[in-house]
Nanobody, 125 residues
C-alpha cells in the first residue's frame, strides 16, 4: 500500500488547513487510516484515525472539537480538516494505514503498517 499525502503549509493561528491522503496498491487490506504528527524534539503522536468500515474515529484530546477526519471509500482517500489551528499544532503530519480495525489498533493489538511521506504544517502566532 502506498500513501500520498497532500496539503499542509503555513497558516496563522485560528486559521484552517485540510490534509488529504490517497491510498493506492493493495488497498483492500486497509482497515484503518489516520494521521500522526511529530514536532521537533517530540515523539510522533496519533492525531486522528478512522475505521474504514464503520467510520468510527478517534482523536487525541488536544485536537478534539477542532479537527475532523473523514474518508471516501470509493476514492481510497482520507482527509483531516484542521480548524482553529494553534501554534502547538505545528508539526510534520504523516498519513498512515493499518490492516487492523480501529478498535483493534486502539486496544494495542494492531499496528500501523503503512506510512506516507510527511507534510509540514506550520501555524504562526
Amino acid at each position: 500500500v502506498q500513501l500520498q499525502a497532500y496539503g499542509g503549509g503555513l497558516v496563522q493561528a485560528g486559521g484552517s488547513l485540510r490534509l488529504s491522503c490517497a491510498a493506492s496498491g493493495r488497498t483492500f487490506v486497509v482497515e484503518t487510516m489516520g494521521w500522526f504528527r511529530q514536532a521537533p524534539g517530540q515523539e510522533r503522536e496519533l492525531v486522528a484515525a478512522i475505521d474504514w468500515r464503520d467510520g468510527s474515529s478517534k482523536y487525541t484530546d488536544s485536537v478534539k472539537g477542532r479537527f475532523s477526519i473523514s474518508k471516501d471509500n470509493a476514492k481510497n482517500t482520507v482527509a483531516l480538516q484542521m480548524n482553529s489551528l494553534k501554534p502547538e499544532d505545528t508539526a510534520v503530519y504523516y498519513c498512515t494505514a493499518a490492516q487492523h480495525r480501529l478498535r483493534t489498533v486502539v486496544a494495542g493489538k494492531g499496528r500501523y503498517d503503512y506510512w506516507g511521506q510527511g507534510t509540514q504544517v506550520t501555524v504562526s502566532s
